[in-house]
């Protein structure tokens, strides 16, 4: 079984908040988890977080993998961005200005 430790979404609309959770990778990113390591409130100013570096350790020891996000947070350069519908990335904006200088 892979185990990853990733963040599992709770909270309300428009209000997120995040576990910091040890899971099986096939599931689903709400569902089931083996340990919750700590929590991440970006809601918050500042934002909170509070993650259990020991067992962080413990995990990887047993082969767990951290997503991009969690070595964000334990490096302390994760930037949450809220998430917009219908709003253009950098890099979307500049193919589109390329295909219309063709």
Excluded: H
């Excluded at 997120?16 to 569902?31: E, I, L």
């Excluded at 390591?37 to 962080?56: C, F, R, T």
């Excluded at 991009?68 to 490096?75: H, R």
Aim: no cysteine; net charge positive.
């Amino acid at each position: 079984m892979s185990v990853t430790i990733r963040l599992a979404k709770v909270g309300k609309k428009n209000a997120p908040s995040y576990k910091v959770v040890v899971a099986n990778t096939r599931d689903k990113r709400t569902g089931k988890y083996l340990e919750v390591l700590g929590y991440y409130n970006p809601s918050m100013n500042p934002a909170q977080l509070k993650i259990d570096k020991e067992k962080v350790e413990k995990w990887q020891k047993q082969g767990a993998m951290t997503t991009k996000a969690i070595d964000d947070l334990l490096a302390g350069t994760y930037k949450y961005v809220k998430y917009a519908p219908g709003s253009k990335t950098a890099k979307e904006d500049t193919e589109q200005t390329e295909e219309k200088s063709e």
